[in-house]
């Protein structure tokens, strides 16, 4: 599996609403500004001095605030003085000299941007979205626009979620190890009692496996979506924590999963309990030994 299979396969994200999303430090839409491959973040310090602007995605309006830059060479130039500019000349600028940046916007709101004319800064009680927009080489350009639920709606996909960001590595889900799996006929199940010594030979010839947030088992292929083939799996009582970050480069660079002391197993069929227990030496053989079993 890809890091984004994973990530999407991990309910938290996968339901996670396009607000949540938007949210999220890890949000970076790959974009291009013209010619140039950019990302662009929504992380970008609130602008002091904007030259902000009534524009419309399809019929829904909005204001966009451009911050000075140099990106813009002519609106730069007259930065300071631009209150004395005729509207008209102001316009036409921003139609030529950001004319890709409109063009950025309208490719990722998946709406056609129309400039309406110039606008009054949107007072502290609009929503708004903080742009950063970046190269290989650095900081190319910010701006912020007033945001709706259409546009959160567009940016707000979960391909758009860098699963290299550390929020998003550092995030831990819940894991057993499984040290053996194996079959009991439906006679010898029901039987089981204190006491029982359940030979598990794989458990020395075989590595362990994860189950991560009971949806992903991690093995020495790799990672892949977990499915019960309904053998008896003998797993560690007590859950672990793995990281995402873990498990993408697991994923991408697949190895044994090392072995961890486990005094406390279970015995699981079925996504059910059976029983517990601990792993012994009978007869030179690994044996998962019944310390208790479902209420006996």
């Known amino acids: ?118 606008a009054a800064a949107p007072d502290g009680e609009s929503a708004r979205l903080f742009a950063r927009v970046s190269s290989a080489e650095g900081d190319v350009l910010s701006f912020a626009i007033t945001s709706s639920p259409a546009l959160v709606a567009s940016l707000g996909r979960l391909v758009f979620i860098d699963t290299n960001h550390p929020s998003v590595r550092e995030e ?31 458990a020395d010839a075989n590595p362990p496996s994860l189950v991560a947030d009971g949806r992903l088992l991690v093995d020495a292929n790799g990672v892949a979506p977990f499915a019960d083939d309904g053998r008896l799996r003998v797993e560690s009582a007590d859950p672990l924590d793995v990281t995402l970050g873990f498990l993408f480069d697991h994923a991408a660079s697949p190895s044994a999963v090392a072995r961890r002391p486990t005094p406390q197993l279970r015995l699981v069929f079925a996504g059910r309990t059976v029983a517990c227990g601990r792993m012994e030496r009978v007869a030179d053989q690994c044996a998962f030994v019944v310390e208790s079993a479902d209420g006996r």
């Open 1 to 118: 599996m890809k890091a984004s299979e994973i990530l999407g396969a991990i309910p938290r994200w996968a339901n996670a609403a396009p607000a949540a999303l938007v949210a999220s430090p890890a949000w970076a839409m790959p974009c291009r500004l013209g010619d140039d491959p950019c990302t662009m973040r929504l992380d970008a310090l609130r602008p002091a001095d904007t030259l902000d602007l009534a524009v419309a995605l399809e019929d829904e309006p909005h204001v966009l605030s451009l911050a000075d830059t140099p990106r813009f060479p002519e609106l730069h130039r007259l930065w300071s003085v631009r209150a004395d500019v005729p509207e008209a000349i102001l316009l036409a600028l921003v139609e030529k000299e950001a004319g890709p940046l409109l063009q950025l916007i309208e490719n990722a709101a998946h709406r056609q941007l129309r400039v309406a004319g110039l």
């Open 172 to 202: 831990t889900v819940p894991a057993v190890l499984t040290v053996a799996a194996f079959t009991l006929s439906a006679a010898e199940l029901a039987s089981l009692s204190v006491g029982d010594a359940l030979l598990v030979p794989e």
